[in-house]
């Protein structure tokens, strides 16, 4: 099992700046890649940004490419996601996921996480 805590979320005007952060327990956490998702209301969860287990490789979705950098800390057993440049649409629960697979995996569906995180909600006003 690995538990998931995600931290960060808040209350922010646009154009402003956050970071959330993943605290992981549990198994071992550089076995795993890591993902943000996010869900608004009325919507289902989308895929936001992937890291791979050694953070070599990063993918992000592209309504947030250039605004959102997702990085990880092995050591710390963390897992965060920068957000720049916030709009009113980025308003959301966001959601860390573990996910297993090879070394250098970016997964993006859901189905490919085995645990997920309670959520943190980001509120971006106008």
């Known amino acids: 099992q690995v538990q998931l805590v995600e931290s960060g979320g808040g209350l922010v005007q646009a154009g402003g700046s956050l970071r959330l952060s993943c605290a992981a327990s549990?198994?071992?956490?550089?076995?795993?890649?890591m993902g943000w998702f996010r869900q608004a209301p009325g919507k289902e969860r989308e895929f936001v940004a992937a890291?791979?287990?050694?953070?070599?490789?990063?993918y992000y979705v592209d309504f947030v490419k250039g605004r959102f950098t997702i990085s990880r800390d092995n050591a710390k057993n963390t897992v965060y996601l920068q957000m720049n440049s916030l709009k009113p649409e980025d308003t959301a629960v966001y959601y860390c996921?573990?996910?297993?697979?090879?070394?250098?995996?970016?997964?993006?569906?859901?189905?490919?996480?085995?645990?997920w995180g309670q959520g943190t909600q980001v509120t971006v006003s106008s």
């Open positions: 890291i791979s287990r050694s953070s070599s490789r990063t």
């Open positions: 996921a573990a996910g297993s697979g090879s070394y250098y995996a970016t997964p993006r569906g859901p189905e490919m996480y085995d645990y």
């Open positions: 549990g198994r071992t956490f550089s076995n795993y890649a």
